[in-house]
């Protein structure tokens, strides 16, 4: 059973770290996450700032989100795609969505890759805190 579903637009980097700090510290609940246009594979410099936060996040594999997806979560959070087109109608009409509107740090920095990953890290041990009381 999946509790939170975080989605991104390439399943890459930011929903890909917050699935990852979410699974690691959660004890009654799990997360998976999505993209709406899954890039090849998980960004290398998003792989490296987990390792170095003791996550190992290099195993996993973006995933496309889907309507089944969706329908199951108890919580959706975008990092920051509902701004953009590329959202689906589906998701955005489900109720049950929250959008932390993380910047993307798709080609940017590994500096600004950590940055992103302590953001992550804060905000994902506040909804785990809602979620598990």
Excluded at 70 to 80: F, H, L, P, Q, S
Excluded at 93 to 117: C, M, T, Y
């Amino acid at each position: 059973m999946m509790d939170v579903l975080f989605v991104c637009v390439g399943n890459s980097a930011r929903s890909q770290m917050a699935k990852g700090f979410y699974n690691a510290f959660a004890k009654r609940t799990s997360a998976e996450s999505a993209g709406t246009e899954p890039a090849p594979r998980v960004s290398s410099k998003a792989i490296e700032v987990m390792r170095e936060a003791g996550i190992d996040i290099s195993n996993e594999k973006p995933k496309l989100l889907t309507q089944e997806m969706a329908a199951v979560a108890k919580r959706i959070v975008t990092m920051g795609c509902l701004s953009r087109e590329s959202c689906p109608a589906f998701l955005l009409s489900s109720g049950k969505v929250e959008d932390w509107a993380l910047p993307d740090p798709k080609g940017k920095s590994i500096e600004e890759f950590r940055r992103v990953r302590d953001e992550i890290k804060t905000r994902v041990l506040r909804l785990i805190e809602e979620m598990e009381g």
